[in-house]
């Protein structure tokens, strides 16, 4: 929908929705391994989100690209 709005740049969508399924797939396995994930859970959330807002072409702070 934001690529035929152009709000984002045009991007493989599959290619970018594989790539962050495997990165939190990776971060999410990370923190379960921790002895307490509780306590850095709410950060990673955060970074996370960041994370893959950029990979859609959103540039947090300063809205579409």
Known sequence: E????GDIA???TRLTAQ???GAFDEI????LSL????LVAAAVIQEMTTFALRAAGY???KGVL
């Open 19 to 21: 790539g962050l399924a």
């Open 2 to 5: 934001a690529l035929n709005r």
């Open 35 to 38: 002895p307490e994930p509780s």
């Open 28 to 31: 999410v396995l990370h923190l």
């Open 59 to 61: 540039e947090v702070g």
């Open 10 to 12: 045009p991007q493989n």
